[in-house]
């Protein structure tokens, strides 16, 4: 059995931040990209921290697919 995992697009996102997984899906990296990204504060964007856990601004993703400057 297998699950199929869906994603709103991003203009149509409700929600202001989004999960790593999400994230790097938009962003067609691979979520390890974005820790990465997170912990060495080297990536085209940074997440905030919600109780632990990364967030991504879903405003940066828009910008940076519109920049193209994801490394």
């Not at 974005?34 to 856990?53: Q, S, T």
Request: proline residues 6%; contains cysteine; glycine residues 6%.
């Amino acid at each position: 059995m297998t699950t199929q995992v869906t994603f709103t697009a991003l203009a149509a996102e409700p929600r202001t931040t989004i999960s790593t997984i999400e994230a790097a899906f938009h962003l067609g990296r691979k979520p390890q990209t974005l820790r990465k990204w997170a912990c060495y504060e080297d990536g085209p964007i940074r997440p905030v921290r919600i109780n632990g856990r990364l967030a991504w601004r879903v405003a940066d993703l828009l910008r940076v697919q519109v920049e193209g400057s994801a490394k």
